[in-house]
């Protein structure tokens, strides 16, 4: 509650994502971590950052999961 969102005034609004997964990191579970980021002009609107709910195989499928995970929330 004490804490506001500064947008700066631009001419366009432009929304960027950043994404990005941490492939089984945790070796007592081996689940990956994955998380995202939205900003509007210089403010996050939206974020999250959490572990994937099953085991993944392979960097490049947590790296996937994550992204569409971050595509559903842009959607």
Do not use: H
């Amino acid at each position: 509650m004490d804490y506001d969102i500064l947008y700066k005034s631009a001419t366009s609004i432009q929304l960027k994502g950043y994404t990005n997964a941490d492939w089984a990191d945790y070796k007592a579970d081996r689940r990956s971590t994955s998380g995202f980021v939205f900003s509007l002009r210089s403010g996050a609107i939206s974020w999250s950052s959490k572990k994937q709910p099953t085991v993944i195989l392979s960097r490049t499928k947590a790296e996937y999961r994550g992204a569409a995970t971050a595509a559903c929330e842009a959607v």
